[in-house]
Each structure stands twice: as C-alpha cells, then as structure tokens.
T-cell receptor
Framework: DVKVTQSSRYLVKRTGEKVFLECVQD?????MFWYRQDPGLGLRLIYFSYDVKMKEKGDIPEGYSVSREKKERFSLILESASTNQTSMYLC???????????FGPGTRLTVT | RKEVEQDPGPFNVPEGATVAFNCTYSNSASQSFFWYRQDCRKEPKLLMS?????NEDGRFTAQLNRASQYISLLIRDSKLSDSATYLCVVNSMDSNYQLIWGAGTKLIIKP
C-alpha cells in the first residue's frame, strides 16, 4: 500500500524561525512535490524534485528552499518564517505507472 | 485568467439527487485530466481519470469536451459520504509529471 508521511500534522512557529517540514515516501518514486493549500486558491506548487539532489522551482518558491538527499525523503525549509506562510503544506510523490500523485496527510503550519 | 477554474460552491444537494460539476481549463494542448476528492481536513486522493471518450465508475461519470475545454463530473444517487471537495486537475505543459489544480468545488449532501 502506498504511503507518504509528513513529520508533523500541526506546527506553530514564531516569525523569523527556521522551519523544517519533512516528507517520506515508501514507493521508490523519483518525483516528489511540495504544495501549499489556501482557501479559494487551491494547491500551489512550491518546489518539486525529479531525482536525488535535483530540484526545480514551482510557482511560488519565494521564501522556501528544499532538500532531497535521499530518494525517499523530500524536505521543505522555511528559512525565516513569516505570517503569510501560515498555510496547509502538502507533500506528494508521483507514480508514472498510474499517473497519480499520492499525498501525505498535510502539515498545518501557523506562524505567529 | 486561472489555468483551471471551478465553481467553488458549496453545492447543497439532498441525498439521492444527481449533481454535476464543470471545470474549465485554459490550455488547449492539455492532454491529461483528473478528478481528485478531498475530504475535510484530509489530503486529496484520486477519484478518477477523465478519458476522451468519457468514463464511468459506479455512480460517477466523467466527461471531457475538448472543443469547449471543459471537464465534467456527474454523481448519481448521491450519498452522505459523497460530501467532500472535488478538485479538477490538468497536466502541466511544463512537465509531464506536474499537475495544475483547480481550487475545488465543495459538495454537501444533506439527509
């Protein structure tokens, strides 16, 4: 069974803190994605990775960075958290066989 | 103009009714189309792919109209458990593996 896990379901951080969100998949997928989801805006792509140590900017990369040191793990980093980064963060991995994205349960981040 | 547009709803529908959603996409070269379902406070999950000839999965029917650039989802004999947000998704022209997401249509089935 497909599984994508994220390190936290809920997170509260202060403005200016460095925040790490981790995502792990057990399906040996090469492609992984980080999205944020805000009401009325849908899922917006922050970064994606198509292989270890490879990364590409998505539509809204400003204020974020990523790390992919191992195939199964894709980390999202907020270098200096700001209140406008309060959001739901969703990680996904992609199966080219089924052409389907599988999501983790999400991390609801609040920056105060 | 958004690349994928949906009516946000909510659609309030009595149990047992038939409900239909439409979604429009802007890039006529798009090739792959999907409906994902997202329950409240949960992650999105694939409901069904949308094929050119239309496809059916139980009570759910998906249709694609390339000429008008819209996708539809029809739910027959709706159940309380169908209450969710339905996300229209189209493949990105930038990469085969990227998807472009609509903001979703919220459906509430009432007893």
């Amino acid at each position: 069974d497909v599984k994508v896990t994220q390190s936290s379901r809920y997170l509260v951080k202060r403005t200016g803190e460095k925040v790490f969100l981790e995502c792990v998949q057990d399906m040996d997928h090469e492609n992984m994605f980080w999205y944020r989801q805000d009401p009325g805006l849908g899922l917006r792509l922050i970064y994606f990775s198509y292989d270890v140590k490879m990364k590409e900017k998505g539509d809204i990369p400003e204020g974020y960075s990523v790390s992919r040191e191992k195939k199964e793990r894709f980390s999202l980093i907020l270098e200096s958290a700001s209140t406008n980064q309060t959001s739901m963060y969703l990680c996904a991995s992609f199966s080219p066989l089924f052409y389907e994205q599988y999501f983790g349960p999400g991390t609801r981040l609040t920056v105060t | 103009r958004k690349e994928v547009e949906q009516d946000p709803g909510p659609f309030n529908v009595p149990e047992g009714a038939t409900v239909a959603f439409n979604c429009t996409y802007s890039n006529s070269a798009s090739q792959s189309f999907f409906w994902y379902r997202q329950d409240c406070r949960k992650e999105p999950k694939l409901l069904m792919s949308v094929y050119s000839s239309g496809n059916e999965d139980g009570r759910f029917t998906a249709q694609l109209n390339r000429a008008s650039q819209y996708i539809s989802l029809l739910i027959r004999d709706s159940k309380l458990s169908d209450s969710a947000t339905y996300l229209c998704v189209v493949n990105s022209m930038d990469s085969n593996y990227q998807l472009i997401w609509g903001a979703g249509t919220k459906l509430i089935i009432k007893p």
